[in-house]
């Protein structure tokens, strides 16, 4: 299923939220929301199951060089749903980081050299500047709406979710409906990419993509009940 078969329950905003809103976003400030300053668009999988596939919009803000905050939408569409975060590091961060903290962590080099991570309308020779500061960061991404299955709403816990590491992972026909929806050419951006970037001899980090390593296992969340204090 794709992400755009999953149906919103209720009617259309009324006349009377419309013309609210209009009032309320020509008062508010909307701060944070000015902040975000970039779009690339990816896939993730669910840590636990990669032929769980899901195309990820991502809106991206800095809040420094070696951090970005990103919402992450189903769709580059009006009415895209917001199905997740993600948080990118630099790698002098991530190695900073406890050893426990980094298997929920996931690396970017293959989704770079690949061509599968992309800024749908941003030209090739700038977007290439922007893929050689991402080539050596990681990414901690959490789904809370799994469009993939039809969920009408955010059903369950959020849920951890990874990036594709080597060719034969990514299902073929995702990458040809994104790139025609965008005009846009997955294996063209590969080739150049292999011409124009390096990747940094150690990287990725071995720490990171831990269902790479852990003998057919992975870390997915889920939900216990535990005490409740006052």
């Not at 919103?8 to 009377?16: K, N």
């Not at 700038?126 to 050596?136: F, G, P, V």
């Amino acid at each position: 299923m794709s992400n755009k078969d999953v149906d919103v329950p209720g009617e259309g905003p009324s006349f009377t939220s419309k013309v609210l809103n209009l009032g309320m976003a020509a008062t508010e400030k909307f701060a944070p929301l000015k902040k975000v300053c970039q779009h690339v668009c990816a896939f993730h999988f669910y840590a636990h199951d990669m032929s769980r596939q899901v195309e990820a919009h991502h809106y991206c803000s800095h809040l420094s060089e070696e951090v970005r905050q990103c919402v992450i939408y189903d769709s580059d569409a009006s009415d895209a749903r917001l199905i997740g975060v993600e948080y990118i590091i630099s790698r002098r961060l991530f190695d900073s980081l406890p050893e426990e903290e980094k298997k929920y962590w996931h690396s970017h080099t293959y989704e770079v050299m690949s061509g599968q991570l992309y800024a749908p309308r941003v030209p090739v020779i700038a977007e290439n500047e922007e893929m050689k500061k991402l080539i050596d960061t990681y990414g901690k991404t959490w789904h809370m709406w799994q469009v993939d299955r039809g969920d009408p709403l955010p059903f369950g816990p959020p849920q951890l979710m990874m990036a594709f590491t080597a060719d034969n992972q990514l299902r073929e026909d995702l990458v040809a409906d994104r790139d025609s929806r965008h005009g846009k050419n997955t294996a063209e951006l590969r080739e150049t990419r292999q011409k124009k970037l390096t990747v940094p001899p150690d990287a990725p980090s071995p720490a990171a993509n831990h269902w790479q390593t852990d003998l057919g296992k992975a870390w997915q969340t889920s939900m216990e009940r535990t005490d409740f204090k006052r």
